[in-house]
């Protein structure tokens, strides 16, 4: 009879196991980790990030950087330089930590700095952000890896690691 106890604590330890595993994939599922904050489309400026004066590169300790950024059918707004001229590049020291933080005006975009980790979805409504460390020098482009009209394929940037 001590067979049937040992089975009931293994039956028992199995199905605990499973619950958690099942539980631990609901919570996943519910919480995309990429979507933190809600945001209006419509009015984007109103989120201190993506005022037009802090949009773009912004340093924010040695070596630790965020980069706001607002797309739109077919553009990344990375704010303007000081000429007051779109900024298409942006220039940030080798060895990095970057934060992407951006959103959409319109419909979705992609965020792929291609070379890197750097890959999210940019969905109005939505806060994306993406994280990364920028060890190698080179000039690495940015493009939209979501089809998003006529204008998809010109929606581009660069990012330059020095
Ligand atoms: Cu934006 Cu494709």
């Given amino acids: 009879k ?5 089975m009931f604590i293994g039956g028992g330890s199995l199905l605990a196991f499973l619950i958690v595993l099942g539980v631990g994939a609901f919570l996943q599922g519910t919480q995309p980790p990429s979507c933190l904050t809600t ?6 400026e109103a989120h201190e990030s993506f005022k037009q ?5 912004q340093e924010m300790d040695d070596k630790s950087y965020v980069v706001n950024v607002v797309a739109s059918a077919f553009n990344y707004d990375f704010g ?4 007051g001229a ?6 940030i020291p080798v060895g990095s930590k970057v934060l992407f933080q951006g959103t959409t005006k319109d419909v979705i975009h992609g965020f792929e700095l291609a070379g ?3 890959n999210m979805m940019l969905e109005p409504g939505y806060i994306n952000t993406v994280e990364v460390t920028l060890d190698n020098p080179g000039t690495y482009t ?3 890896n979501e089809y998003c009209g006529t204008g998809h394929h010109f929606m581009t940037a660069s ?3 020095y």
């Fill in 2 to 6: 001590y067979e049937k106890i040992w």
């Fill in 39 to 44: 945001i209006d489309p419509t009015n984007v």
């Fill in 53 to 57: 004066e802090n949009l773009g590169l």
């Fill in 80 to 83: 303007t330089d000081e000429d």
């Fill in 86 to 91: 779109p900024v298409k590049n942006i220039r």
């Fill in 116 to 118: 890197t980790n750097a």
């Fill in 142 to 144: 940015l493009v939209c």
């Fill in 159 to 161: 990012v330059e690691v």
